[in-house]
Each structure stands twice: as structure tokens, then as C-alpha cells.
């Protein structure tokens, strides 16, 4: 996508320096642009834990190009497999939520399996790492051509008028590699001259939808407005929001929806309100392991400070009287049934196990 006017990803590899990675640091937006250099696996771990990448998508591709790095320094003291076994198992750790960085992860061990040469590991954990990275693309490529279709619909029942699309947190390019889960109808509908616009919720505590999304749109030429993250349920009422449409960190075989904190009260509001409440994930975010979101995703608890303080322009300001306790809980879980439907790179199902499986039979 595009950045001051040049196109960009999140991540790619050093054309002059193959054994480096490059990340758009994404603490540093909107005010200031900076890539960083991702040079061993710790970089790597490090970018992800501090939520310098972020994004389902985004972190799975990290965490495999960081497999990657941690090859290009491995010192053979010890063995080869079980070198490679122990930084998949810690790389592992760096984010609980999204299922993408076990996904990624366990496609590179796949890879690895079995090789002895150090070389030849280097070699295929590169290619599997740039494999998985033009996977993300083609998926949120797709998920954009099968979405767009719904905005097209809502504009010609509206008969040309401004499509009003809510969207919560940051699920655009930026926590992709292009296009983006949620943000990809968006930019594909754009881009056929559709009149839209754009709720953009905050996100509290991080400002992910405000910082980054608001960010992104501004720079694609979208028409969008910030709005406090309690403020959909308000215009939803008035009938100033014609669809919603949100990412996912997982997502059961069953339909239930993890994502960014907010979004099951975004759902609900649109349920008691009859606005159409989509998600938008590549099969990579898909968890076909469990059936119950609620009982079985584990929903990382993050630190205190990201609440107490709010970071801006001009730096980091407290908003919590010192003493108060804070619960900084960073995922919830929409339940199925508030969902109006899934959209994958396959197409679009009812969030259900059967509708889910009509597109994903393995």
C-alpha cells in the first residue's frame, strides 16, 4: 500500500543484506515514519512481544522470518533439530492470542523437519518465510475482492449515496503485509470509485484504530472520521452505519470471533440495532482446533502502563490516579451468533461449523 507516496509492506527482506529483515516500527506512527532493522531471532521475538509489528497476519510472518534469523546466527553448539525445536517453541510465546504466530511457526518446524544441513535450513526457512508472506498477500487479496461485493450491494440499495462502514481497531494493512483483513473491501471499493466513509473507533489503550487506521486511510485518500470507541452503538441508532466489519486475532471452527477488546460490544450494538456485522480473516487465523471462544482462547492480559497512560505527539501523559488498580485485557470474544458472516480468501459462509466447512472441508 502506499506510504508519502511510495508503496510499501509491512515487512520484506534486505535486497542488499539477505540475512536482515525490515518492519515499519509501528510504536513510532503516525507522527513519525522509521524502519528498523531485524537482524537475530531476539529482534525478531522482541518486535513482536513489544508490539513494534502487530496484527494476526503481520506476527505470524515476523515470527517465521525470525526462525529464519535465528539460523542465520545459529553456532552449532548444539544440534541442528533441536536448535530449530527450541526457537519454534519460544517464538511461541511472544503473543498468546493470535493463532497466526503457532501457524507460522509450525509451517516453518514442517519445513525443517529432518534437515541436518545448516545451509540447506537456511536456505528453505527463507523461501517458506517469503512463501508465508505472499500467502498473507494473496488472502487479504482476496478477502477484498469477495468483500467489496458487499459494499457494492449496500451502494446500489442506497442508490449511490455514502456507504457508511464501522470498523474497530487496526485490521489493515499495517497488521497485514497489504490489503488487510478488514480495511481490504474498503480499499478495493475505493479504488472503484464507491462514495464511502469511514467510522474509525479509537481502540483504547493503544489507539491502534486511531494512530494506525486513521493513519492508513489518510494515506490512501479514504474518507474516514475518529470516533470515541463508545460512540458506534450512538450513530448505529441513528442509522449512520451501514455495515460493520472487523479482523480477527482467532476464530473457532464453530464461528465464535476473537478480537480486539470492544469488539463483541461493537456486535452487540449492531445485533440490537440490525446493521450487518461482518469479519474478515484469512484461513491462517482460523483456530479449527476449538469449538468454544470463550472457554478455550486464551485472551492475553497486557501491562498496566498501557492503560495509566496515554502516548500522543507530545509524549506520554498519565490519565490514572496513582493507587488504582487496572485490568488491561487485550482480546474478547464475540460469540457466533452475533455474527452476520465470515469473510475469507474462499468467500464469505455463515459463522457457523457448517458454513465454515462448506469452504474449508480439510
Not at 40 to 62: C, E, H, N, Q, W
Not at 113 to 123: M, P, S, T, V, Y
Not at 129 to 144: M, P, R, T, V, W
Not at 275 to 286: D, E, I, M
Request: charged content about 25%.
Amino acid at each position: 500500500m502506499i506510504i508519502n507516496g511510495q508503496k510499501f509492506h509491512t515487512i520484506w527482506s534486505d535486497g542488499n543484506n539477505q540475512e536482515t529483515v525490515k518492519i515499519i516500527d509501528q510504536q513510532k506512527l503516525p507522527f513519525e515514519f522509521s524502519i528498523k532493522t531485524l537482524k537475530t531471532f531476539s529482534d525478531s521475538y522482541t518486535a513482536i512481544k513489544d508490539m513494534t509489528v502487530r496484527g494476526a497476519p503481520l506476527i505470524g510472518v515476523t515470527a517465521a522470518y525470525g526462525i529464519y534469523l535465528a539460523l542465520c546466527n545459529y553456532n552449532s553448539e548444539i544440534p541442528l533439530q533441536k536448535f530449530i525445536h527450541l526457537k519454534c517453541d519460544e517464538m511461541k510465546t511472544a503473543r498468546p492470542t493470535a493463532v497466526n504466530l503457532a501457524f507460522a511457526v509450525d509451517e516453518m518446524k514442517n519445513t525443517l523437519k529432518n534437515i541436518e544441513e545448516w545451509d540447506l535450513a537456511k536456505q528453505l526457512a527463507f523461501k517458506k518465510a517469503e512463501e508465508l508472506k505472499q500467502l498473507e498477500i494473496d488472502y487479504c487479496n482476496s478477502i477484498g475482492n469477495f468483500g467489496v461485493q458487499l459494499i457494492e450491494e449496500l451502494s446500489k440499495k442506497k442508490k449511490g449515496e455514502t456507504v457508511n462502514i464501522l470498523t474497530h481497531c487496526n485490521a489493515g494493512w499495517l497488521a497485514c503485509i497489504d490489503w488487510g483483513t478488514a480495511t481490504a473491501p474498503i480499499y478495493k471499493a475505493h479504488e472503484k470509485g464507491i462514495n464511502i466513509h469511514v467510522w474509525v473507533d479509537e481502540t483504547r489503550p493503544r489507539n491502534q484504530g486511531s494512530k494506525l487506521t486513521a493513519f492508513e486511510l489518510s494515506q490512501m485518500g479514504v474518507d474516514h472520521t475518529v470516533i470515541t470507541d463508545n460512540t458506534g452503538g450512538h450513530l448505529m441508532q441513528h442509522g449512520m452505519v451501514d455495515l460493520v466489519v472487523v479482523g480477527s486475532d482467532r476464530t473457532t471452527r464453530t464461528g465464535d470471533v476473537c478480537n480486539k477488546i470492544g469488539t463483541y460490544l461493537k456486535a452487540l450494538a449492531a445485533f440490537d440495532n440490525n446493521v450487518p456485522f461482518y469479519v474478515a480473516l484469512p484461513s491462517s487465523s482460523f483456530d479449527f482446533s476449538i469449538t468454544d471462544g470463550i472457554k478455550e482462547i486464551p485472551i492475553e492480559k497486557r501491562e498496566a502502563n498501557e492503560v495509566k497512560f496515554m502516548e500522543g505527539k507530545g509524549g506520554k501523559a498519565q490519565v490514572v490516579p496513582d493507587g488504582s488498580k487496572i485490568a488491561n485485557y487485550g482480546f474478547d470474544v464475540t460469540p457466533a451468533r452475533l455474527v452476520t458472516g465470515i469473510i475469507t480468501e474462499k468467500g464469505i459462509c455463515n459463522a457457523n461449523e457448517e458454513g465454515i466447512s462448506t469452504l474449508f472441508k480439510k
